[in-house]
Nanobody
Framework: QVQVAESGGGLVKAGDSLRLSCAAS????????????MGWFRQTPGDVQRFVAA????????YYADSVKGRAFISKDNAKKAVYLQIDSLKPEDTAVYFC?????????????????????WGQGTQVTVSS
């Protein structure tokens, strides 16, 4: 089983920057030393989880939703099995619960990055509130 822990949410003002952290631990990476990918999704009340950003642990390739492209940067630390998401120029519409997902290779959509169904394990979520 893989445990996923997020941190870094909070209340910020529009225009500020925020850095979210996520670390995966435990066993269950389908025989791999690191996940295939880790990604961030966000969800507002009444909506589904929406893709924000993801990174492939082998290649380092990163992927972003149009809503954050140019304002967000995702990075990883293979040794810590961790990812970090920085979002600059925050907007009130960035307000959401942010969830970190781990693609451990156990789903049909593994390796597709932008689908929530590609991720086997999830954290509890961290609230980000951007005031205007």
């Amino acid at each position: 089983q893989v445990q996923v822990a997020e941190s870094g949410g909070g209340l910020v003002k529009a225009g500020d920057s925020l850095r979210l952290s996520c670390a995966a631990s435990g066993r269950g990476f389908s025989g791999r030393a690191v996940p295939i990918a880790m990604g961030w999704f966000r969800q507002t009340p009444g909506d589904v989880q929406r893709f924000v950003a993801a990174i492939d642990f082998a290649s380092g390739s990163d992927y972003y939703a149009d809503s954050v492209k140019g304002r967000a940067f995702i990075s990883k630390d293979n040794a810590k099995k961790a990812v970090y998401l920085q979002i600059d120029s925050l907007k009130p519409e960035d307000t959401a619960v942010y969830f970190c997902g781990v693609d451990a290779g156990g789903t049909y959509y593994s390796g597709t990055y932008v689908r929530a169904s590609a991720y086997d394990f999830w954290g509890q979520g961290t609230q980000v509130t951007v005031s205007s």
